[in-house]
């Protein structure tokens, strides 16, 4: 059983949550996210057979939740894409990479805009598919003729 003083203080509690009114949403306003600035299908025109363009919520140590660009090979190689300044999508970009799951995310550069960073992954990817062809063709053909 409750006792009668902890009964009185949750009803004065209640009564106070019921007398309050909630604040109002008259002040938010919608901003544009990097997801909303980029043309997904245009930027995947440009990568690599096998490449995908996402747009995905993520959080980074010690930061809050973010949208991000994220970039995805068919092997797990991942290039992510996150604004410095989340108001700001098509100011200064951080890109990160990730090799596999198992490994650490590292920033490879900050970009001066979005523009260069999505050049920048571009060219990542790019690269990343002339490297595995190279290596490729180096061992030779797995076929014994």
Known sequence: MIGLGIRRRLRSVV???RRSTPPSLDSVSASPTIGDVVD???VERRLPEGWRVAREIVQFRGESLAEVL?????????????PV??????GPVELYTLASPFDARQ??????????????AVE??????????????????????
């Not at 920033?107 to 805009?113: I, L, M």
């Open 70 to 82: 994220r970039f995805t090979d068919r092997e797990g190689f991942r290039i992510t894409l996150k």
């Open 124 to 145: 990542i990817a790019a690269a990343r598919r002339t490297n595995r062809s190279a290596v490729r063709s180096a061992w030779g053909s797995p076929v014994d003729r």
């Open 107 to 120: 920033c490879r550069e900050t970009a001066d805009s979005l523009a260069a960073a999505l050049d920048s």
């Open 40 to 42: 997904h299908e245009a």
């Open 15 to 17: 009564a106070w949550v």
């Open 85 to 90: 300044d989340m108001l700001e999508p098509t």
